[in-house]
């Protein structure tokens, strides 16, 4: 049972390159989320779907953008990286409300450290 | 604006200690409470969850409670073992709109043998 499938695990960009995040779930997850955690910071939500081909923007989305073509798959991208983008990247799930069977219940995958130089 | 507060952010304790961990929350339309556990480098992994309507849960040597009047949860953590040294994070879920759920900075626990 896989869950929540985050790929890569490590990367290290230079300032100035792009690259993509990939978030997988098969639980058939209405909601994905995208977080960034930083030391004191907490976690912080940058963008969410809450089904396919629909985002949101959440607490801190700039420089990132997101798309959700298919319902298994929320993709995080780095147009142009910055060193603030530095930091660990976690993709969530769940269902939407009202959505049998419905407990709510969030799904976090293993995280993405990025290193932006 | 959802508020999630847990105090205290850090704590140590002796191997065999009960410990309680807070969580505070500013609104009370809520439809559910999840603790989670997050171990360093790695991602968060979920202990328990409380439904809005229910007054605790419990997981082994842990047990969460729930008032939603008072915007409070506590983690109860029986005879403490270095292994469950960690951080702790609760989260809220809203009972209405997208969902988009409110965290709390963690406390991190230290467990010493």
């Known amino acids: 049972n896989a869950g929540v499938t985050q790929t890569p695990k490590f990367r290290v960009l230079k300032t100035g390159q792009s690259m993509t995040l990939l978030c997988a779930q098969d639980?058939?997850?209405?909601?994905m989320y995208w977080y960034r955690q930083d030391p004191g910071m907490g976690l912080r939500l940058i963008h969410y779907s809450v089904g396919e081909g629909t985002t949101a923007k959440g607490e801190v989305p700039d420089g990132y953008n997101v798309s959700r073509l298919k319902k298994q798959n929320f993709l995080l991208g780095l147009e142009s990286a910055a060193p603030s983008q530095t930091s660990v990247y976690f993709c969530?799930?769940?269902?939407?409300?009202?959505?049998?069977?419905?407990?709510?219940?969030?799904?976090f995958g293993e995280g993405s450290r990025l290193t932006v130089l | 604006k959802q508020e999630v507060t847990q105090i205290p952010a850090a704590l140590s304790v002796p191997e065999g200690e009960n410990l309680v961990l807070n969580c505070s929350f500013t609104d009370s339309a809520i439809y559910n409470l999840q603790w989670f556990r997050q171990d360093p480098g790695k991602g968060l992994t979920s202990l328990l969850l409380i439904q809005s309507s229910q007054r605790e849960q419990t997981s082994g040597r842990l047990n969460a409670s729930l008032d939603k009047s008072s915007g409070r949860s506590t983690l109860y953590i029986a005879a403490s073992q270095p292994g469950d040294s960690a951080t702790y994070l609760c989260?809220?879920?809203?009972?209405?709109?997208?969902?988009?759920?409110?965290f709390g900075k963690g406390t991190m626990l230290l467990v010493s043998p």
């Open positions: 989260a809220v879920r809203p009972n209405s709109g997208y969902s988009t759920l409110t």
């Open positions: 969530a799930s769940t269902r939407r409300l009202g959505a049998p069977p419905n407990t709510g219940e969030l799904f």
């Open positions: 639980m058939n997850h209405e909601y």
